[in-house]
C-alpha cells in the first residue's frame, strides 16, 4: 500500500492538524511506517525534526487520499501508477500542511516521501527545489512514487 511520510527538519514541537479531511500522524522519532523494508529510513537517519504520516483512516496507508486511474478505458496500464496527484477534495488541505510545515522548520526545509510497492522499481531522491517548483511538478502530474523531494521555502 501506499504512503507519504513528511519531515519537517529541524522542528522542534509537532504542528497540528487535527482539523483536516485525513488524517496526519506526528512523531518526534523519525521512524518509517514502511515495513518490513522502509526505503527512506536511512535518509531520514541523517536527519532530526518531526515526522508526518499521511493516512486516509481506513487504513495505515494514504490509498483513499489519492487517485488511482492506472489503466485507460482498454483495461491496459497508462504508465499513471507512477504519479501522486490527490483527490480534489483534498488537494487544498496538502498544499495548506506543506506551506505550514515549511513555515514552521526553522531551515525552511522538508523532506517530502512517497512509497508505494507497486510503484517505480528505481528510487528517486531529487535535488532541492522551492515549493513553487515542487507545486509546478506536483501540477503536472510529475511527482512521482518511491522519491524523495527536498522541497524549500523559497
Known amino acids: 500500500m501506499p504512503s507519504l511520510e513528511i519531515i519537517c527538519i529541524n522542528q522542534q514541537e ?13 512523531e518526534k522519532e523519525l521512524g518509517s511506517h514502511r ?11 541523517k536527519l532530526s525534526g518531526c515526522i508526518y504520516h499521511l493516512l486516509d483512516g481506513n ?9 488511482w486511474d492506472w489503466r485507460d478505458s482498454e483495461g491496459n496500464c497508462n504508465g499513471r501508477d507512477e504519479s501522486v ?17 515549511l513555515s514552521s522548520s526553522p531551515v525552511g526545509q522538508i523532506l517530502f516521501t512517497t512509497d508505494y510497492q507497486f510503484g517505480p522499481e528505481v528510487t528517486q531522491r ?3 527545489m522551492p515549493f ?10 510529475k511527482v512521482r512514487m518511491n522519491a524523495s523531494y527536498l522541497v524549500t521555502a523559497s
Do not use: H, M
Open 35 to 45: 515495513i518490513p523494508a522502509p526505503r527512506f529510513q536511512l535518509d531520514f537517519d
Open 59 to 67: 487504513s495505515p496507508t494514504c490509498y483513499d487520499l489519492l487517485v
Open 126 to 128: 531529487f535535488e532541492p
Open 14 to 26: 509537532p504542528s497540528d492538524f487535527s482539523q483536516l479531511p485525513f488524517i496526519v500522524e506526528v
Open 132 to 141: 513553487v517548483e515542487f507545486q509546478e511538478l506536483y501540477n503536472a502530474g
Open 85 to 101: 496527484v490527490f483527490k480534489d477534495e483534498y488537494a487544498a488541505a496538502l498544499k495548506g500542511v506543506l506551506e505550514k510545515l
